[in-house]
T-cell receptor
Framework: DAKTTQPNSMESNEEEPVHLPCNHS???????IHWYRQLPSQGPEYVIHGLTSNVNNRMASLAIAEDRKSSTLILHRATLRDAAVYYCIIRQGAQKLVFGQGTRLTINP | GAGVSQSPRYKVAKRGQDVALRCDPI?????LFWYQQALGQGPEFLTY????????KSGLPSDRFFAERPEGSVSTLKIQRTQQEDSAVYLCASSLAGWETQYFGPGTRLLVL
């Protein structure tokens, strides 16, 4: 499984954009980049995924570097409800998800 | 619509007791996964079902752990002779197919005393 590196924690202010980085230098050409988040006392929830091109959905945007060795999850206007642990996962077609330690995001009011 | 549900939400067991954790996946989801999450850690894969077939059980930590999904819907994770190191949150997830987005339940928090 391709390894990911994320900062342990990040902090931001409410209504400001948040950029969560992830390094995945051993990614292969067919591996998808997935992001899940886990709110306190809940199971993880899907946020977004992509292969090569940048992706947008109602929750967030995913910016993927041209060499695919890194990516950034972008929350355009953070709210208090976005405080969670964010996991960057490289999915190699296998069914299981391999979670790392993730980034604990704190949002200040 | 209804999401993945798990029961019980909390379970306290004495060391040596057997426990059974239940997962009700989203209706129509073929794939079902179990994960174990220790305090402060990310979830770790335990096992995977496609319908009633257990296709991957490589993550089960010992032969005390057993999972089944006899009719391809509800699944039960059983832990025999619980140990303190089994204390964790057990998460269930389901997906339409193995490679599709996984939808997680709220988890069962197991505390072994």
């Amino acid at each position: 499984d391709a390894k990911t590196t994320q900062p342990n924690s990040m902090e931001s202010n409410e209504e400001e954009p948040v950029h969560l980085p992830c390094n995945h230098s051993t990614i292969s050409g067919t591996d998808y980049i997935h992001w899940y988040r886990q709110l306190p006392s809940q199971g993880p929830e899907y946020v977004i995924h992509g292969l090569t091109s940048n992706v947008n959905n109602r929750m967030a945007s995913l910016a993927i570097a041209e060499d695919r060795k890194s990516s950034t999850l972008i929350l355009h206007r953070a709210t208090l409800r976005d405080a969670a642990v964010y996991y960057c996962i490289i999915r190699q077609g296998a069914q299981k998800l391999v979670f790392g330690q993730g980034t604990r995001l704190t949002i200040n009011p | 619509g209804a999401g993945v549900s798990q029961s019980p939400r909390y379970k306290v067991a004495k060391r040596g007791q057997d426990v059974a954790l239940r997962c009700d996946p989203i209706s129509g989801h073929v794939s079902l996964f179990w994960y174990q999450q220790a305090l402060g850690q990310g979830p770790e894969f335990l096992t995977y079902f496609q319908n009633e077939a257990q296709l991957d059980k490589s993550g089960l930590p010992s032969d005390r752990f057993f999972a089944e999904r006899p009719e391809g819907s509800v699944s039960t994770l059983k832990i025999q002779r619980t140990q303190q190191e089994d204390s964790a949150v057990y998460l269930c997830a389901s997906s339409l197919a193995g490679w599709e987005t996984q939808y997680f339940g709220p988890g069962t928090r197991l505390l072994v005393l």
